[in-house]
């Protein structure tokens, strides 16, 4: 039995939004990407809860292959971005360590006069 056409709207709708997450991503805008998947999460369980494989056809694999794409995109711009993260968490603590080797050494000097 064919696939009818609200699938296919449904997993261009999908398709579109992990485009918008990937604009987002590339913004730096996190916090929207994570509203969206959740959304987008539900779109795709729904893709696959309601339909057998054996009625998917080209069309729908080749979506879905772009969406597949997309979506290791999207996590690579994930992986960079707590990455960047980590080296600025680094930065902070390495600040924090100077700053407080600094006050012990004004508090030595202090004692020492």
Not at 25 to 44: C, D, F, G, P, Y
Not at 55 to 69: A, M, S, V
């Amino acid at each position: 039995m064919p696939l009818p056409p609200q699938v296919f709207k449904s997993l261009h709708e999908t398709v579109k939004m992990t485009e918008q997450m990937m604009k987002n991503a590339e913004s730096n805008q996190w916090e929207t990407v994570i509203k969206l998947e959740k959304q987008r999460q539900q779109m795709i369980e729904d893709l696959f809860n309601n339909h057998e494989e054996k009625d998917r056809t080209q069309h729908f694999n080749q979506l879905l292959q772009t969406l597949i794409d997309l979506n290791q995109k999207l996590a690579n711009l994930g992986e960079s971005h707590v990455k960047n993260l980590g080296g600025e968490l680094k930065a902070v603590q390495k600040g924090r360590q100077a700053t407080r080797a600094y006050r012990d050494i004004v508090k030595l000097k202090r004692k020492r006069e």
